[in-house]
């Protein structure tokens, strides 16, 4: 079938990493641009491979390139709403190719081709052949497909606008409807091939978290495709409004986690928040000394108020967790009314990357605007705090409520000394290992710390 392709291809490279030193050449990430789009066609030329720019041969070994990937495909039963869906299997294919490593998606894709694919003589034409054959297998509902692969910077850069106008014409449709508005919501386990515990739960409020999948995409993927891993879940009984969670979810949760989790909670990063897979837009964290929320999204290359960047908490949460506190979530998500609507939204939320408030400043309460700090405001926890203050950020009431119930514990305390009954709970870990012998191993997960007493002393 791959013929004259000089590398082979095979679900068995879909975990290949190219580290730096055996990388030929870059193509996209955040040091370049890049794109790739699915359009839904009236008729395309099938098979065609177009290459615009510099083959994998004329690329200096070390550099890095920008990346535009196009598909077009026509079929009778293809609709417009699919090409999300589609597109969105474009990092697993591209990761069955030997030596071509894909991440991310949309505008934010990220690949490198390794050095030994280079000297086999591999070259994006290939990588066309390879991705032209192995969609029409994947979807039989394409019946044709031309694939365009650019490198040259100015092609590409046209290609990223038209790309970009293009998603906001997908997710702004989703805009206008609610959970309230549909019996169905979805859920998508395409993800599991590197987090086995992570379920998707895609609503008309809650977009996927790799930004590339709404409630209609779904739609249209669960009907062409009932037994692939986009699958319909009927809305069944509505257990907590606030929280947004539900049976159905709950039930469909544990399912698919093997019982890992049994709850789930849509609007929340508390309790049972969503799952978290590793290729989610951005992360909600919560700060406990400001008792706000921050959310930073994956091309934010400094460091968090935390004083860690992006990459270090998706690492915390990432894997298909539910960690108590933070949660993967896409940047559409913000723009829904319930957007994290248990935490108190928008009221809660005390620090963002001046790029994503920029991009949902519309969707954010006006009275916020100027309270909600970023990046160019302050550079720590200390800093942010006194920003908050001083401009009256409503956390700053919660904190002060919070101080004045800390101090009053001595009677709290007594209360619970005489008693005797209750313990207070002292931490919570999302995974602690405790030393054993016997060649047993005891994991806890998700571990909440109880203890009558704690002692701090100095060292
Ligand atoms: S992030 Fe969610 S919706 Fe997107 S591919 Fe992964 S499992 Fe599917």
Same mark, same amino acid.
């Given at each position: 079938m791959f013929g004259d392709i000089p590398v082979e291809i095979s $679900? #068995?490279? =879909? !975990?290949e990493r190219i580290r730096a030193a055996n990388m030929f050449v870059e193509l996209g990430g955040p040091k370049s641009i890049g794109a790739e789009l699915v359009l839904v066609s009236e008729s395309v030329e099938d098979g065609k491979i177009t290459v615009v720019g510099p083959e994998i041969k004329d690329m200096e070994e070390g550099k890095i390139y920008p990346l535009g990937i196009l598909l077009e495909v026509s079929g009778k039963q293809l609709e417009k709403d699919l090409e999300g869906v589609i597109e969105r299997r474009i990092h697993e294919i591209c990761n069955y190719v030997q030596g071509f490593m894909h991440l991310n998606q949309r505008d934010k894709i990220w690949c490198r081709v390794s050095k030994d694919s280079h000297k086999k003589g591999f070259g994006l034409n290939h990588l066309g052949k390879a991705i032209s054959i192995m969609f029409k297998d994947e979807f039989p509902i394409i019946e044709e497909i031309a694939v365009t692969i650019m490198t040259e910077e100015e092609k590409v850069k046209e290609f990223v606008e038209k790309a970009k106008l293009e998603y906001e014409k997908r997710d702004s449709k989703a805009r206008d409807l609610s959970e309230e508005d549909v019996d169905s919501f979805y859920g998508c386990v395409m993800c599991q091939s590197f987090a086995p515990t992570h379920v998707c739960v895609i609503t008309p409020d809650r977009p996927a978290l790799c930004g590339g999948i709404n409630w209609f995409d779904c739609r249209a993927a669960a009907k062409i495709d009932p037994e692939g891993p986009i699958f319909e879940i009927p809305k069944g009984e509505l257990l907590d409004s606030v929280t947004g969670e539900y049976t159905s979810l709950n039930n469909t949760v544990a399912e698919n986690s093997q019982h890992t989790f049994n709850k789930v909670y849509l /609007? +929340?990063? @508390? !309790? /049972? $928040?969503h799952t978290s897979c590793g290729c989610f837009e951005a992360v909600a964290f919560y700060m406990p000394e400001l008792d706000g929320i921050g959310v930073v999204h994956r091309d934010f290359k400094g460091d968090t108020p935390l004083g860690i960047p992006f990459s270090a908490m998706a690492g915390q949460c990432s894997g298909g967790k539910q960690v108590e506190g933070f949660s993967g979530l896409c940047v =559409?998500? #913000?723009? +829904? $009314?319930? @957007?994290l609507k248990a935490d108190g939204g928008y009221e809660r939320i005390v620090w963002l990357p001046k790029e994503i408030k920029e991009k949902i400043l519309e969707n954010i309460p006006k009275e916020l605007h100027e309270k909600i700090a970023t990046e160019e405001d302050v550079s720590s926890i200390h800093h942010l705090k006194k920003f908050l203050s001083e401009k009256n950020h409503p956390v700053i009431k919660r904190i002060s409520e919070l101080e004045s119930t800390e101090k009053e514990p001595e009677t709290v305390f007594e209360e619970e000394k005489e008693s005797n009954s209750e313990m207070v709970q002292f931490a919570q870990v999302p995974e602690m290992a405790i030393p054993t012998s016997g060649g047993i191993k005891i994991i806890l997960k998700n571990a909440k710390i109880y203890a009558e007493k704690v002692i701090i002393t100095k060292k």
């Open positions: $679900p #068995m490279y =879909e !975990g /609007h +929340s990063i @508390f !309790g /049972h $928040p =559409e998500y #913000m723009r +829904s $009314p319930k @957007f």
